[in-house]
Protein backbone atom coordinates (compact mmCIF):
# COMPACT_ATOMS: atom_id res chain seq x y z
CA UNK A 1 0.00 0.00 0.00
CA UNK A 2 2.83 2.29 0.67
CA UNK A 3 4.81 3.88 -2.10
CA UNK A 4 1.73 4.61 -4.31
CA UNK A 5 2.97 7.25 -6.36
CA UNK A 6 -0.54 7.88 -8.43
CA UNK A 7 -3.69 8.06 -6.70
CA UNK A 8 -7.00 10.42 -7.98
CA UNK A 9 -8.35 12.71 -5.56
CA UNK A 10 -11.61 14.69 -6.10
CA UNK A 11 -11.58 18.56 -5.31
CA UNK A 12 -14.46 20.82 -4.62
CA UNK A 13 -13.64 24.62 -4.65
CA UNK A 14 -15.15 27.77 -5.05
CA UNK A 15 -13.71 30.81 -6.73
CA UNK A 16 -11.42 29.06 -8.79
CA UNK A 17 -9.00 27.84 -6.12
CA UNK A 18 -7.41 25.30 -8.20
CA UNK A 19 -5.52 28.11 -10.47
CA UNK A 20 -3.74 29.53 -7.40
CA UNK A 21 0.13 28.91 -7.57
CA UNK A 22 0.56 26.64 -3.89
CA UNK A 23 -1.89 23.79 -4.84
CA UNK A 24 0.67 21.60 -6.03
CA UNK A 25 2.54 22.34 -2.76
CA UNK A 26 -0.30 21.75 -1.04
CA UNK A 27 -0.98 18.47 -3.27
CA UNK A 28 1.98 16.89 -2.23
CA UNK A 29 1.35 17.74 1.40
CA UNK A 30 -1.92 15.57 1.25
CA UNK A 31 0.09 13.02 -0.38
CA UNK A 32 3.04 12.67 2.00
CA UNK A 33 0.05 12.40 4.52
CA UNK A 34 -2.16 10.08 3.22
CA UNK A 35 0.86 7.92 2.68
CA UNK A 36 2.39 8.04 6.05
CA UNK A 37 -1.08 6.61 6.75
CA UNK A 38 -1.75 4.28 4.44
CA UNK A 39 -0.14 1.22 5.34
CA UNK A 40 -0.54 -2.11 6.30
CA UNK A 41 -0.75 -1.94 9.90
CA UNK A 42 -2.87 0.78 10.28
CA UNK A 43 -5.47 -1.32 7.54
CA UNK A 44 -5.59 -4.55 9.72
CA UNK A 45 -6.23 -2.37 12.75
CA UNK A 46 -8.88 -0.68 10.96
CA UNK A 47 -10.63 -4.14 9.34
CA UNK A 48 -11.78 -7.25 10.23
CA UNK A 49 -12.25 -10.86 7.73
CA UNK A 50 -16.12 -12.18 7.98
CA UNK A 51 -15.71 -15.75 6.98
CA UNK A 52 -19.07 -16.48 6.03
CA UNK A 53 -17.83 -20.30 5.43
CA UNK A 54 -16.57 -21.14 8.76
CA UNK A 55 -18.76 -18.59 10.91
CA UNK A 56 -15.44 -16.53 12.37
CA UNK A 57 -14.77 -12.99 12.18
CA UNK A 58 -10.75 -12.80 12.14
CA UNK A 59 -9.27 -9.85 13.80
CA UNK A 60 -5.28 -11.13 13.69
CA UNK A 61 -3.20 -8.82 11.95
CA UNK A 62 -0.82 -11.77 10.62
CA UNK A 63 -4.32 -13.43 8.66
CA UNK A 64 -5.74 -10.04 7.58
CA UNK A 65 -2.00 -9.44 5.70
CA UNK A 66 -2.33 -12.66 4.41
CA UNK A 67 -5.61 -12.21 2.65
CA UNK A 68 -4.83 -8.78 1.78
CA UNK A 69 -2.06 -9.93 -0.61
CA UNK A 70 -4.21 -13.04 -2.13
CA UNK A 71 -5.01 -12.69 -5.46
CA UNK A 72 -7.83 -14.39 -5.11
CA UNK A 73 -9.84 -14.64 -2.00
CA UNK A 74 -12.96 -17.32 -1.61
CA UNK A 75 -16.81 -16.72 -2.05
CA UNK A 76 -18.26 -15.41 1.26
CA UNK A 77 -15.20 -14.29 3.08
CA UNK A 78 -15.61 -9.98 3.68
CA UNK A 79 -13.48 -7.35 4.60
CA UNK A 80 -15.42 -4.82 6.75
CA UNK A 81 -14.66 -1.59 7.83
CA UNK A 82 -14.81 -1.58 12.17
CA UNK A 83 -15.82 1.76 11.72
Not at 31 to 60: G, M, P, V, W
Amino acid sequence: MKGNNRRELFFVTSNNDLFRPDVDDELAELHELLNSIEDTEHFCTAHEIIDLNNFKIITHSGTLKRFALKKEIQPFIFFSNKN
